[in-house]
């Protein structure tokens, strides 16, 4: 099974999530890291680690999004969101695809990993509200997806990065719609 997991870079576009929108129709698994559910509120699932993110986004996200919602964090019963036992390496888009593969992905596509700042820019939704961490870590990241990458390719996963923009080296670069064979 072939899986997409949309990020929240400042370089995803909304051509790009319905291109991905296209392919889903076909049977394909789409998730979804934090604000991203807003650009694809047809997806799959959708993941976050962060309690507070939950906190804050969770009645929007119930009023918007018909999918999974997920998590790795304890929440104390204050949403309604699936807990799982999977790795996040304490990065919500690296806990996408470790969803993806705990759902039978073989082949996982990443948009939207900048993992990298845009003229200044983090996120394609601009910062997260204040109180919610926006980012901080972002100069780390490339060392967590170099680790993922290694563990996902002792197991057989093929991990692509799609991204228009990313500061990632460790995984093929593709183009979106020849990857999902897309006209």
């Not at 576009?13 to 047809?42: C, H, K, Y």
């Not at 304890?74 to 470790?98: F, H, M, P, T, W």
């Amino acid at each position: 099974m072939q899986a997409v997991c949309l990020a929240s870079g400042p370089s995803l576009t909304p051509e790009d999530v319905e291109t991905v929108r296209v392919w889903r129709q076909s049977g394909g698994l789409v998730i979804v890291s934090n604000t991203t559910f807003r650009m694809a509120p047809w997806a799959d699932a959708v993941f976050a680690m962060d309690r507070k993110w939950w906190e804050f986004h969770y009645e929007e996200v119930r009023e918007k999004f018909a999918g999974r919602r997920l998590t790795t964090a304890d929440l104390g019963g204050k949403c309604e969101v699936e807990k799982l036992k999977i790795q996040s390496y304490r990065n919500s888009g690296a806990g996408c695809v470790s969803v993806a593969v705990a759902e039978g992905a073989k082949s996982v596509v990443l948009v939207g990993y900048d993992c990298a700042k845009d003229d200044g820019k983090t996120h394609w939704h601009g910062s997260h509200p204040v109180g919610l961490s926006d980012a901080r870590t972002i100069n780390v990241w490339p060392l967590i997806f170099d680790r993922m990458a290694k563990e996902m390719k002792r197991k057989g996963v093929r991990v692509v990065n799609a991204s228009r923009r990313t500061a990632l080296t460790c995984f093929e670069r593709v183009e979106l719609s020849a990857e999902l064979l897309c006209p």
